[in-house]
């Protein structure tokens, strides 16, 4: 069985551009959620998504969008790129216990 | 205001010893913790969890200790490998809660 996977694995974007990073669940999880994590920092929760609703969303400015399509794989929209958004943005799915997260490798996202 | 805290930045063991990682929280409404392990660029890897109902659970080499008075928990590795070298992060979530909320975590190097 494959594992949570995410796309791109690296992304260079200009402040004040947009990005657009993709996930694809664990066969079978139908909820998945995004992790930022900066250098020397865990991962900080962003959103999560169960059968395509929002279930939960951190502290984090509105230029981050997130939304899961029906066959639950997820994309994770930021806009207006800022310097400070440059992170290893982790992508993460759960069974319906939403007991353990399983993650993917993550996007490393350098905005310059 | 940190809700889940790694002391230790980093932690240096010989193999073959025992490496005891760290963690406390702060958030008395946290009913559920886990272990992930992280090497360069990879997603963190789910390693063992514990259930506040519990103090002690146990999965090979790992073992979990909770102690919910003192709001701490300790992951012990033995024996440690060099393989084990890597990012250990402690994370912790409410039952109803949906995400997790890590840790700074600890940089774990087994000297061979």
């Known amino acids: 069985d494959a594992g949570v996977t995410q796309s791109p694995t690296h992304l260079i974007k200009t402040r004040g551009q947009h990005v657009t990073l993709r996930c694809s669940p664990i066969?079978?999880?139908?909820?998945v959620s995004w992790y930022q994590q900066v250098l020397g920092q865990g991962p900080q929760f962003i959103f999560q998504y169960y059968e395509k609703e929002e279930r939960g969303r951190g502290n984090f400015p509105d230029r981050f969008s997130a939304r899961q399509f029906p066959n639950y794989s997820s994309e994770l929209n930021v806009n207006a790129l800022l310097l400070g958004d440059s992170a290893l943005y982790l992508c993460?799915?759960?069974?319906?216990?939403?007991?353990?997260?399983?993650f993917g490798q993550g996007t490393r996202l350098t905005v310059v | 205001d940190q809700q889940v805290k790694q002391n230790s930045p980093s932690l240096s063991v010989q193999e073959g010893r025992i490496s005891i990682l760290n963690c406390d929280y702060t958030n008395s409404m946290f009913d559920y913790f886990l272990w992930y392990k992280k090497y360069p660029a990879e997603g963190p890897t789910f390693l063992i969890s514990i259930s506040s109902i519990k103090d002690k659970n146990e999965d090979g080499r790992f073992t979990v200790f909770l102690n919910k008075s003192a709001k701490h928990l300790s992951l012990h590795i033995v024996p440690s490998q060099p393989g084990d070298s890597a990012v250990y992060f402690c994370a912790a979530k409410v039952d109803y809660g949906q995400n997790f909320v890590f840790g700074p975590g600890t940089r774990l190097s087994v000297l061979p």
């Open positions: 066969s079978g999880h139908k909820s």
């Open positions: 993460a799915s759960s069974s319906e216990k939403n007991t353990e997260a399983f």
